[in-house]
């Protein structure tokens, strides 16, 4: 669904590259996170791939199309985008005012709107909320707002951008219920840029940064179980991993691989 070659970006007056010969494929229809720590380059990442930046060399291609000024606009059909701060894409004065917004700007219907805003607030538990305005709710729930007014644009791609780490535990458990609910019902690729270990257990597919390059790709259970790469790209284990890797500790006989086999399942 995503194809990137030779990727480089520098931001203006830098000396370095933020990001350097990135290649990488990401499947159709997977969930696909996204490691690395600050400054690794991941979040400059999901702005050139929902071509909120453009590229200094190289290529991105969506569904086959590749992002240049000529395509932008049916970039931004396929491509729909969540970010740390939900305050930064409020448009409306209401939830229902937000959601309203973009379904106007895919020339749906005024009349078979309001089916749609109650369907999909009611999927993120947030259907009681039609008259709020939105600098009235609490993070998590701007956060299930703001993937609300995504899923109402319909796009093929959802990119996640550090969505989680602004959240209370209680939000952050609530949004990552809602992800992995669209991953389940959904025909989406969903892309999630985060340093959250714990949800990167959730994924498909997992994509270490860093320095501006791609280290390592493959199964989170691959992954995972490799202590050099972990060290070497200054992210932590999930916490599920380091209570196995405790037990083993204790208990000799205990195999931890087989443990990591039964969490999957």
């Not at 990401?26 to 969930?31: C, G």
């Not at 086959?64 to 409306?92: A, C, E, H, Y």
């Not at 947030?126 to 008259?131: A, E, P, R, V, Y």
């Not at 219920?177 to 714990?198: A, G, N, P, V």
């Amino acid at each position: 669904m995503v194809k990137v070659r030779e990727l480089k970006f520098k931001y203006q007056g830098a000396k370095k590259y933020a990001l350097d010969g990135v290649d990488i494929d990401i499947p159709k229809f997977k969930y696909t996170v996204i490691l690395g720590h600050n400054g690794s380059g991941k979040s400059t990442f999901s702005k050139l791939i929902s071509g909120i930046y453009k590229p200094t060399d190289g290529e991105i291609y969506i569904d086959g199309i590749m992002i240049k000024k000529s395509s932008l606009r049916q970039i931004r059909k396929k491509v729909g985008i969540i970010f740390q701060n939900p305050d930064n894409q409020f448009i409306g004065s209401t939830v229902e005012d937000d959601l309203a917004f973009g379904l106007e700007n895919s020339n749906v219907n005024p009349k078979l709107m309001f089916p749609i805003i109650k369907d999909l607030l009611n999927k993120v538990d947030m259907g009681n909320f039609l008259n709020r305005e939105p600098h009235t709710l609490s993070g998590g729930q701007k956060q299930r707002v703001a993937i609300a007014s995504v899923l109402a644009l319909n796009p093929e791609i959802i990119i996640f951008d550090e969505v989680t780490s602004m959240l209370d535990p209680k939000g952050k458990e609530d949004v990552l219920k809602i992800i992995q609910d669209i991953k389940l019902t959904r025909q989406k690729t969903l892309i999630s840029i985060t340093h959250d270990m714990d949800e990167a257990i959730l994924a498909d597919n997992c994509i270490i940064f860093s320095n501006g390059k791609i280290i390592a790709s493959g199964s989170p259970k691959e992954l995972f179980k490799n202590h050099e790469l972990i060290k070497k790209s200054k992210i932590d284990h999930p916490f599920i991993y380091k209570v196995s890797s405790k037990i083993d500790w204790m208990i000799p006989t205990y195999d931890i691989d087989e443990f990591l086999e039964n969490l999957w399942k």
